[in-house]
T-cell receptor, first 111, second 114 residues
Framework: ELKVEQNPLFLSMQEGKNYTIYCNYS?????LYWYRQDPGKSLESLFVLLSNGAVKQEGRLMASLDTKARLSTLHITAAVHDLSATYFCAVAGGSNYKLTFGKGTLLTVNP | DSGVTQTPKHLITATGQRVTLRCSPRSGDLSVYWYQQSLDQGLQFLIQ???????AKGNILERFSAQQFPDLHSELNLSSLELGDSALYFC?????????????FGPGTRLLVL
């Protein structure tokens, strides 16, 4: 059974600082997704990473995928308050269409 | 706004009852996915339909069923409701149902079972 672990689960940052969220998964996959969820809201797609070594950047967020290590990272650069949200990674295993989600990382950016 | 719509937004009902949640996918999307989000279980995949056919099944209880209609909207039926079924139910859609596509999530239906 595919397991997805995120850490940390809670992250309190100061504005302007950098930090990284880690997503480890237990079985082979070359498809990994990052989503953002604001309180009481839906999930917003951030990145889709489809191959080993994939790196994608949008604004202050950069995601990467290492399929050999079964690890993805979401790096936050110079955090701002607007980035406060819960971030989920999700992995699709094999040819299965279902996504297995991590528990999420609650990010709070303090002024 | 993802383009995926879900109704109702909120639903309060009693144990033992049956409810139907409705989802309309983005225009042109053939695949619909249902997820349950709760504090203890997190986000869990329930079921996927592609162009009217069931394609993948996850941790969906036997009391739950779903279908996708010819106009591609989908309904999730929850019966014999229990307190533990209280959760946020999301529908997502994607274009063709290939495993490498982004799934776009609707706003969710918040179900409270009393």
């Amino acid at each position: 059974e595919l397991k997805v672990e995120q850490n940390p689960l809670f992250l309190s940052m100061q504005e302007g600082k950098n930090y990284t969220i880690y997503c480890n998964y237990s079985t082979t996959s070359d498809r990994l997704y990052w989503y953002r969820q604001d309180p009481g809201k839906s999930l917003e797609s951030l990145f889709v990473l489809l191959s080993n070594g994939a790196v994608k950047q949008e604004g202050r967020l950069m995601a990467s995928l290492d399929t050999k290590a079964r690890l993805s990272t979401l790096h936050i650069t110079a955090a701002v308050h607007d980035l406060s949200a819960t971030y989920f990674c999700a992995v699709a295993g094999g040819s299965n269409y279902k996504l297995t989600f991590g528990k999420g990382t609650l990010l709070t950016v303090n002024p | 706004d993802s383009g995926v719509t879900q109704t109702p937004k909120h639903l309060i009902t009693a144990t033992g009852q049956r409810v139907t949640l409705r989802c309309s996918p983005r225009s042109g999307d053939l695949s619909v996915y249902w997820y349950q989000q709760s504090l203890d279980q997190g986000l869990q995949f329930l079921i996927q339909y592609y162009n009217g056919e069931e394609r993948a099944k996850g941790n969906i209880l036997e009391r739950f069923s779903a279908q996708q209609f010819p106009d591609l909207h989908s309904e999730l039926n929850l019966s014999s409701l229990e307190l533990g079924d209280s959760a946020l139910y999301f529908c997502a859609s994607s274009v063709g149902g290939t495993s490498q596509e982004t799934q776009y999530f609707g706003p969710g239906t918040r179900l409270l079972v009393l």
